[in-house]
């Protein structure tokens, strides 16, 4: 069985970086897409953006300048970098994995639990 | 970006009743592979989203036959034949044909 579990800071103050990773357990990180999903408070899913196993990356244009993902497949793991938050940024975190394929199409499979960011002083 | 609606966007619902969802897209998902790319997610209260119907119609592993999704081009529909009490949550499409994929406002499913 597939899990992802996210960590990383829950408070992180405007303006500065937040940094999250996901941890793949159950299953290597070859040779999938994996992805960053938020959820603002009370608000829909939002596409953050993905990485495939070989480092290939997409970026949703609305965050485009602000993100990077990267993947470390020695440790099983990929993050995500989102600079100069805001209090826009406050959301609920999920990494995914992206399964793609002729007859699967493109769809989350596997979702980790999430974490809460806060941005405030 | 490809705009997803839903409605209702509350769905009050009786155990063992049939209730459905709708979900419209701004541009057609119909790949020309023949595959409508839209995918449907529930989130049940406290847990992360989980995938429930993927290419338009195809369940996913381990979700009930009582859960089948439908439509083509624009226009979508999932639809619980006779809904349980553990059904309810959140349930969202989501157009996965081009990026950025974009997700509906979800539908808040509750017992009447």
């Known amino acids: 069985q597939v899990q992802l579990q996210e960590s990383g800071p829950g408070l992180v103050k405007p303006s500065e970086t937040l940094s999250l990773t996901c941890t793949v357990s159950?299953?290597?990180?070859?040779?999938?897409?994996w992805s960053w999903i938020r959820q603002p408070p009370g608000n829909g899913l939002e596409f953050i953006g993905y990485v495939y196993y070989n480092g290939i990356t997409y970026y949703n244009p609305s965050l485009k300048s602000r993100v990077t993902i990267s993947v470390d497949t020695s440790k099983n793991q990929f993050s995500l970098k989102l600079t100069s938050v805001t209090a826009a940024d406050t959301a609920l975190y999920h990494c995914a994995r992206l399964k793609t394929g002729p007859t699967t199409g493109r769809a989350f499979d596997y979702w980790g639990q999430g974490t809460l960011v806060t941005v405030s002083s | 970006d490809i705009v997803m609606t839903q409605s209702p966007l509350s769905l009050p619902v009786t155990p063992g009743e049939p209730a459905s969802i709708s979900c419209r897209s701004s541009q057609s998902l119909l790949h020309s592979d023949g595959h409508n790319y839209v995918d449907w997610y529930l989130q049940k209260p406290g847990q992360s989203p989980q995938l429930l119907i993927y290419?338009?119609?195809n369940r996913a592993s381990g979700v009930p036959d009582r859960f089948s999704g439908g439509g083509s081009g624009t226009v979508f529909t999932l639809t619980i034949t006779r809904v349980e009490a553990e059904d309810v949550g959140v349930y969202s499409c989501?157009?996965?044909?081009?990026?950025?994929?974009?997700f509906g406002p979800g539908t808040k499913v509750h017992i009447k």
């Open positions: 989501m157009q996965a044909l081009q990026a950025p994929f974009t």
């Open positions: 290419l338009g119609s």
């Open positions: 159950g299953d290597s990180i070859s040779p999938y897409y």
